[in-house]
């Protein structure tokens, strides 16, 4: 027997399900949340397991401008209350989970998201119209269903003798535990830096191990790859003969004495292999969605090692139709461009797709705003949007405005904050179509006037022309110290002399 019957059915209100829920909310739109939880942010209230968060919470800038600052906040949901933002949670450059999970239980209060507590989701079976949700409190029915889940298992690798290594989910976090002890941690990324860190001062040894090469956030631009804050065991490693990162293959893990003999493969050297003895094996090899709510019927397909859902443009499921992913899952579109796995990325990410929900399920247009076609006013409204908008600086590379032009009139119409991969092909019929974002060009690249605008490794604006779906023209400025693009010389300029060409050229 069927319960109540909604046009949406969000599951999961970690950030990303109150973030959606608030949009949704905002919209008019008939929409139900469920949580297993008791309260919001489930995740967070067991991650990370040191209880230091990597996003950054910069209180004090120099702007008073809401969507500057929104740029050095890597915590706050979009809303409309200049109150309910994470600096009134917390002070700190880096803020304790403990401080995001009351931020997240305040956001559902103040605004009252439908959200419905104490339900797990035990199965999901696709129908003609819609999915029926079977929780362990009734049945619902959903036209239309978005999983906002997060991360539900972890990510064990294939390695004989894996199952003798403690995961990062249940390790002991107490240092003490590790006093004079030889650590072994798999992994390389975060969760792994974060744990060496924390028994870098008791273990005699802590080795981190795995076959690719360590990629930092600093070299990078990735806020997803180790952050600098745990460099602590790379000096180690540099200046002591106790501590290492390893780039090798494990090929396997043996109790031995007591401990663990692990069977090593070195990746730069193929063929050369070593055994190395240790007291702990720590496993910290991430995670993955949990796809066990899904019945046969709309089974996603996954991808990335079974990790993800595979994806369309617009976040609907690669093979499900009606069915959509939202928050960190929901990032194999640009894994490792943009930030779409983070609060900071995804809550951009989600206002447009509530958007594009209304738009499909509700008839409501996709909103857009007229502009100008003439070349100095064009330039003004992009670069006003480089300039202050977060979005398009958080999510560089992968959100963009889109400018429309009506071939009768002349005027663009503007849509803000659009995945490239979904504008390109939506708007294919128009001859003139740009593209605004923010990018950065090779990482071996420098911002000079010498250097073309096109391999500055900085971010810097790029507008593109597509004709019929078809990339035809692209203007790259230059990037600037201090992250504004207004000169008259290097920006305005430039700008209005591409537009005016283009627009003139005819074709």
């Not at 969507?67 to 700190?92: A, H, T, V, Y």
């Not at 180790?226 to 790379?234: S, Y």
Request: a negative charge; aromatic letters at 8%; hydrophobic letters at 35%.
């Amino acid at each position: 027997m069927v319960d109540t019957a909604h046009t949406y059915v969000i599951v999961g209100a970690g950030p990303a399900g109150l973030q959606l829920s608030y949009h949704l909310q905002q919209q008019g739109a008939d929409y139900l949340t469920f949580e297993r939880g008791a309260e919001p942010g489930g995740f967070f209230r067991r991650f990370p397991r040191h209880r230091r968060l990597n996003s950054l919470n910069a209180v004090h800038t120099d702007s008073s401008d809401p969507g500057i600052r929104l740029r050095c906040d890597g915590n706050s949901l979009l809303n409309d209350d200049p109150e309910l933002l994470f600096s009134k949670f917390s002070q700190e450059y880096l803020p304790a989970a403990d401080d995001l999970v009351r931020y997240l239980a305040e956001f559902q209060r103040i605004h009252q998201l439908r959200v419905r507590y104490g339900t797990t989701v035990e199965r999901v079976t696709r129908e003609d119209d819609g999915f029926t949700v079977r929780t362990d409190r009734g049945v619902v029915r959903a036209r239309c269903l978005v999983v906002a889940t997060g991360w539900g298992r972890p990510f064990v690798p294939d390695i004989p003798g894996i199952e003798h290594a403690t995961g990062y989910e249940e390790m002991n976090v107490d240092p003490d535990r590790y006093t004079g002890r030889r650590v072994l941690i798999i992994g390389k990324g975060n969760a792994a830096f974060e744990t060496a860190s924390s028994i870098l001062g008791r273990a005699s040894v802590v080795h981190l191990a795995s076959r690719r090469p360590l990629r930092l956030a600093y070299d990078t631009g990735h806020p997803g790859d180790v952050r600098g804050r745990h460099g602590a065991i790379l000096d180690s490693e540099r200046f002591t003969p106790l501590h290492a990162v390893l780039d090798c293959t494990i090929d396997a893990i043996r109790p031995v004495d007591g401990g663990f003999r692990v069977s090593i493969t070195d990746t730069h050297a193929p063929g050369e292999t070593a055994e190395l003895d240790y007291h702990e094996v720590l496993r910290c090899t991430g995670f993955r969605m949990d796809t066990s709510l899904f019945d046969a019927s709309c089974a996603p397909d996954m991808v990335r090692d079974g990790r993800l859902p595979g994806l369309r443009p617009d976040w609907q499921s690669s093979n499900v139709d009606d069915l959509y992913f939202a928050g960190t899952v929901a990032q194999p579109r640009d894994v490792r461009h943009a930030a779409s796995p983070f609060i900071d990325g995804f809550r951009y990410n989600l206002r447009t797709f509530s958007r594009l929900l209304r738009e499909r399920y509700d008839d409501v247009p996709l909103p857009a705003a007229t502009t100008s076609g003439e070349p100095a006013s064009l330039t003004t409204v992009m670069l006003d949007r480089v300039n202050g908008s977060p979005a398009l600086w958080t999510q560089s590379g992968y959100l963009c405005d889109v400018f429309v032009r009506d071939d009768v009139t002349g005027d663009f119409r503007h849509h803000e904050d659009l995945p490239e991969d979904y504008a390109v092909p939506r708007f294919a019929d128009s001859s003139h179509c740009y593209t605004l974002a923010l990018r950065r060009g090779r990482a071996d690249g420098s911002d000079t006037d010498r250097r073309p605008a096109r391999d500055s490794a900085v971010i810097h604006p790029v507008v593109r022309r597509y004709r019929h779906g078809e990339l035809v023209a692209e203007q790259h400025l230059p990037g600037d110290l201090l992250a504004g693009w207004r000169r008259p010389d290097r920006h305005v300029e430039p700008l209005v002399r591409f537009l005016g060409r283009d627009l003139t050229d005819g074709s």
